[in-house]
């Protein structure tokens, strides 16, 4: 099993993921920024850290994985201020980046969205476009690095039960998937290496997610 170190703990995709892994018998670490969530990430059977990723510098970031085997980043500014939400979704993860590799942290998984991508055609003047600028620029920072990555890019995201099915591809468009799924294709991917420097979109779906993701 692997160590697993999650940044941005306390997301709604963050918590299941912890507890999925903690319970199939990964040693989970979540990173949060508030200690009054801390109760939350120890209920599901992770470890919480609290630290500022906003704050901190590649190498105190690097101190703080550790051991770590699997680096996942599933923190976000959650919209609003602008310069924050590009100091979150891009600034600090592309310092996380470099904080893995300087630690060395073989495996880096990023939590992005289905329409991440250099031409996501939102225009500068809707106010979603610097958190779709933020998200693309990181992504494209992780797909040029030398880590072993994978670029999850789920659709709009929704808080039905999961049904373990999902459809994989950029050919079709952008539909929903729960929250549930997306914790269980970032769990399949931690426990199979052989899923490396591929991005992969996914809709909710008729195809079984092992299934989806070997053939993807």
Same mark, same amino acid.
């Given at each position: 099993?692997?160590?697993?170190?999650?940044?941005?703990?306390?997301?709604?995709?963050?918590?299941?993921?912890?507890?999925?892994?903690?319970?199939?018998?990964?040693?989970?670490?979540?990173?949060?920024?508030?200690?009054?969530?801390?109760?939350?990430?120890?209920?599901?059977?992770?470890?919480?850290?609290?630290?500022?990723?906003?704050?901190?510098? #590649? %190498?105190?970031?690097?101190?703080?994985?550790? @051991? $770590?085997? /699997?680096?996942?980043?599933? +923190?976000? &500014?959650?919209? =609003?201020? #602008? %310069?924050?939400?590009?100091?979150?979704?891009? @600034? $600090?993860? /592309?310092?996380?980046?470099? +904080?893995? &590799?300087?630690? =060395?942290? #073989?495996?880096?998984?990023?939590?992005?969205?289905?329409?991440?991508?250099?031409?996501?055609?939102?225009?500068?003047?809707?106010?979603?476009?610097?958190?779709?600028?933020?998200?693309?620029?990181?992504?494209?920072?992780?797909?040029?690095?030398?880590?072993?990555?994978?670029?999850?890019?789920?659709?709009?995201?929704?808080?039905?039960?999961?049904?373990?099915?999902?459809?994989?591809?950029?050919?079709?468009?952008?539909?929903?998937?729960?929250?549930?799924?997306?914790?269980?294709?970032?769990?399949?991917?931690?426990?199979?290496?052989?899923?490396?420097?591929?991005?992969?979109?996914?809709?909710?779906?008729?195809?079984?997610?092992?299934?989806?993701?070997?053939?993807?």
């Amino acid at each position: 099993m692997s160590a697993v170190t999650i940044i941005g703990g306390h997301g709604k995709i963050a918590l299941r993921l912890a507890k999925v892994l903690s319970e199939s018998g990964h040693e989970v670490t979540s990173w949060v920024r508030d200690p009054l969530q801390v109760p939350d990430i120890e209920k599901g059977g992770a470890r919480a850290a609290v630290n500022d990723v906003e704050r901190m510098s #590649p %190498e105190e970031m690097a101190d703080a994985l550790g @051991d $770590a085997d /699997v680096l996942v980043w599933s +923190a976000g &500014a959650g919209g =609003g201020n #602008p %310069e924050r939400t590009r100091a979150v979704d891009h @600034d $600090a993860a /592309v310092r996380s980046m470099d +904080a893995a &590799a300087t630690a =060395g942290v #073989p495996r880096y998984v990023m939590v992005s969205y289905f329409g991440s991508k250099p031409d996501h055609g939102v225009p500068q003047d809707n106010s979603f476009h610097t958190y779709a600028q933020a998200k693309a620029d990181a992504d494209e920072a992780l797909r040029s690095s030398d880590l072993d990555w994978v670029v999850l890019g789920p659709s709009t995201l929704t808080d039905d039960p999961g049904t373990g099915r999902i459809s994989v591809g950029d050919d079709q468009q952008s539909g929903s998937v729960s929250r549930d799924d997306v914790a269980a294709v970032a769990a399949y991917v931690i426990d199979n290496p052989g899923i490396s420097r591929r991005t992969i979109r996914f809709n909710s779906g008729d195809t079984p997610i092992s299934e989806a993701l070997r053939s993807g």
